[in-house]
């Protein structure tokens, strides 16, 4: 749709996972130009820093209920942003980390925005992904990288391959169907160990891992076997990150096929 209302706007933008040091200027700009900015994070002292930074902030936080799914609060999230933006006014939406990522309230609220004709976009931020790979060394280059989200991973067979990284997020949570808990156990932790114990040893060292979140803090790294895994205790910050169980395979086939080009002096 091409015919943009003449006021309203929405931006989704990213704080970045460390409290005033992922801030990029784009996002800064958003959060203080805005009429109002709807802000959902769990730490009061995030909130009250954006809070600061804003002209009018307003908490997304209410609209969490524990033992109600967390699909009624999104829904509400959404619709109370995208009224403040068809009544014509400049909003923002601000989310810790990046804004796109795992995160369905954004995507959906830029996705209706637009339909509407209402302007709308979202601004990256720095992701737990990526303080993943600076805190444990990793580069997604190496031998690839696969992401899922933990629950999903469970409920669907995927044809993942163990010979790249897997990073499972939201494996707090792993198994609650419901969603409208803010925690699950032993039990569904030890079923997701069943499923990896397919394609993995017991004795396979994961992480789980912890970002940042203040300055000062370390990162949160705990290496474990995935057998232990079931009985860890695990945070809903929490991100399992599992690197691979065997090397590479060469494909032998496309191997002779490259040579069989350069050999014809083929440039493609
Ligand atoms: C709804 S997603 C939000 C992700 C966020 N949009 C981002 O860009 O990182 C929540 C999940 O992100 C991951 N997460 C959140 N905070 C984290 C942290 N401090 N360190 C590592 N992973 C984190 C966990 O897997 C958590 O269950």
Redesign the pocket.
């Known amino acids: 749709m091409t015919d943009h209302k003449d006021a309203g706007q929405l931006v989704c933008v ?1 704080t970045g ?1 460390l409290l005033g040091g992922h801030l990029t200027p784009r996002a800064r700009h958003e959060i203080e130009h805005a009429e109002v900015v709807y802000g959902n994070f769990s730490d009061g002292l995030v909130e009250r820093w954006v809070e600061e930074l804003s002209k009018r902030f307003v908490s997304l936080q209410p609209h969490y209920q524990e033992g109600r799914s967390r699909m009624i609060g999104y829904e509400g999230m959404v619709e109370e942003m995208l009224a403040a933006a068809r009544a014509g006014q400049r909003v923002c939406g601000a ?5 796109g ?3 369905w309230v954004p995507h959906e609220a830029i996705r209706r925005a637009r339909a509407e004709g209402i302007r709308a976009r979202l601004e990256p ?1 720095v ?3 990526d ?2 790979y600076a805190d444990l060394g990793l580069d997604p280059g190496d031998c690839g990288c696969q992401h899922y989200e933990a629950t999903q991973f469970l409920l669907y067979q995927r044809r993942f391959d163990p010979a790249a990284l897997l990073v499972l ?4 949570v792993v198994g609650d169907r419901s969603l409208a808990r803010f925690s699950t156990g032993s039990a569904q932790r030890a079923l997701l160990v069943e499923v990896l114990q397919r394609d993995y040893p017991a004795d396979h060292r994961v992480c789980l ?3 940042a ?1 203040f300055p000062l803090e370390q990162a949160n790294i705990r290496w474990l076997t995935l057998g232990d895994l079931a009985d860890a205790e695990v945070d ?4 399992l990150v599992i690197p691979p169980a065997r090397p590479l395979t060469p494909d032998a086939e496309i191997r002779d096929r490259l040579k069989a080009l350069e050999a014809a002096g083929s440039a493609g």
């Open positions: 990213g996972m989310f810790y980390g990046h804004p990522v795992f995160a931020g992701s737990a992904e303080c993943l997020w939201q494996v707090g891992y912890r970002a979140t809903l910050a929490d991100t």
